[in-house]
């Protein structure tokens, strides 16, 4: 009487989350897995971004204090020359190398022409910038979208599984379908870990990506503005 009701709370026992792993089959194995490694990159790419959109803010600020604060922007743009720029220092910078290389040019054709190159020259500067800030993103959007997908189809193979299993023993006995259906569900529950927190965090990333690049833009803008006037009191 004791071992047989024994034999249900040892295979119960069993049913922990490396017993489902190393035990399932390989199709539901292999999701596992996969889904398990894309959760990992996952989780990487959120902790970069977060890192980045930090570091771009707060470069932007402190570029924007200095830019606004009455310096020549001869002198700012030494001071940017020879460091590391990113964001708003970034396109003014390549603004202001397009500048000094067009001079000569202005002089003979006209300014027009001068003012068209920096503003294509600030738009890359853009376009570089956001190309930085928003890669990788797509594979969140991926892993969100396809990840709950991905471990409903462990789900379904590890519930064939299981119906096969009970064909093949007759024994509908819960000791035997309980390994079986905890594999195919936990299957699932990967998915659906791995997919959230990147739906999650794909979407604020794409929130304050659109909201740094309306920023930059704003200040190419602004700046074309000033390079604009200060080229019509030269003409």
Request: contains cysteine; aromatic residues 12%; glycine residues 8%.
């Amino acid at each position: 009487m004791d071992q047989v009701a024994q034999a249900p709370l040892t295979a119960g026992a069993q049913i922990s989350l490396w017993h489902l792993l190393f035990q399932a089959s390989w199709p539901v194995f292999i999701v596992m897995i996969g889904l398990g490694l894309a959760s990992i990159w996952c989780w990487t790419i959120i902790f970069e971004k977060f890192y980045s959109v930090r570091r771009m803010n707060g470069a932007n600020d402190k570029f924007e204090s200095q830019f606004w604060s009455g310096q020549s922007l001869e002198d700012l743009y030494h001071a940017q020359a020879n460091r590391h720029t990113i964001g708003m220092s970034a396109i003014f910078t390549a603004a202001m190398q397009e500048w000094k290389r067009s001079q000569g040019a202005a002089l003979r054709a006209g300014f027009a022409g001068t003012l068209k190159r920096i503003e294509k020259v600030m738009d890359v500067a853009i376009q570089k910038e956001m190309g930085g800030l928003e890669s990788r993103l797509l594979f969140l959007a991926t892993v969100g979208s396809a990840g709950p997908f991905i471990g409903l189809f462990g789900t379904v193979w590890g519930i064939m599984t299981s119906f096969q299993g009970i064909a093949n023993s007759q024994n509908t006995n819960l000791a035997v379908v309980a390994p079986g259906i905890a594999e195919a569900l936990f299957a699932t529950a990967i998915g659906l870990v791995a997919a959230i927190p990147a739906t999650i965090f794909y979407n604020m990333y794409s929130s304050d990506a659109a909201r740094i690049g309306t920023r930059l833009e704003n200040f190419a803008d602004e700046f074309s503005a000033i390079i604009s006037r200060q080229l019509d009191e030269r003409a």
